[in-house]
Structure formats: structure tokens, C-alpha cells
């Protein structure tokens, strides 16, 4: 799959600096889930959408993206690409994020979960939303 081949060249130009996690931020998880298409192409425009993402949301002083998740799945030629934020308001941050969301192709069906709670970000048993994001 092209994904696997074009990884490592991704993985080493990208770079957002992480931040250190204030302790408010573990209290709310945004998990945004975009499907692509397994192309070069996609994966390069959704690096940059994560880069502005980044942009908006360190601007916006709402919380902070955390980075992504690539998943191969079980289709071929098509991935699974998972943002994750951190912030005390998951509800501002969408609020924030989906005007850029909707400017990418990859809005068509994908949503986001919103997980509250201490450790949000280990416990998958803690509240959550999922909102779709291409009704919004």
C-alpha cells in the first residue's frame, strides 16, 4: 500500500512541536476521524490540515492537537486518519476546527468524539459524544 511506502518520508518531514500538557487539557479528548483515500496526494493534504489545525486551535488558546493516528483497516487502498486535541471545552474546539474541516474534502462522512473525564485519553469506558462532522 502506498501508505506504508510513503510513512517514513512523511514521518520525517513533518514536525509540530509538542507542547507540555497543562493538567486542565486531560479533562476533555477531540478525537476527529477523517477516511482517505490510500494516494501520496491525500496523505500530504492531511498532514498540512493537522499543521493548520495546529495553527488555529495554538492561536485560538483552546487546547492543543496532540498528533495523529494512520490506520491501514481492513479496505484496501483507503486509510483512517485520526486527529487527536486536548483542551478544557471540547465544545469551543469543535466550534473552532469545523470551518477549517469543512474546507477539506475529507468532511464526507467524519466525525469526531468528544471524551470527558480524568484520563479521558486512556479510559474508553469515560462519557463521550460523537458528532458528525459533514452535518455540522
Do not use: W
Amino acid at each position: 500500500m502506498l501508505a506504508i511506502q510513503s510513512l517514513s518520508r512523511i514521518v520525517v518531514n513533518y514536525s509540530v512541536p509538542i507542547p507540555m500538557l497543562p493538567p486542565d487539557y486531560n479533562q476533555t479528548l477531540l478525537i476527529v476521524f477523517l477516511g482517505i483515500r490510500d494516494t501520496e496526494k491525500d496523505l500530504d493534504a492531511l498532514f498540512d490540515l493537522e499543521i493548520r489545525m495546529h495553527d488555529l486551535v495554538d492561536d485560538g488558546n483552546l487546547g492543543m492537537v496532540d498528533g495523529n493516528e494512520i490506520d491501514l483497516g481492513e479496505s484496501p487502498n483507503f486509510v483512517d486518519f485520526t486527529i487527536f486535541l486536548y483542551t478544557s471545552n471540547a465544545q469551543k474546539l469543535l466550534i473552532l476546527i469545523t470551518p477549517l474541516l469543512k474546507t477539506s474534502p475529507f468532511i464526507k462522512k467524519a466525525h469526531a468524539i468528544l471524551r470527558n473525564g480524568l484520563h479521558c485519553d486512556r479510559d474508553e469506558r469515560a462519557p463521550e459524544t460523537r458528532v458528525q462532522l459533514d452535518t455540522l
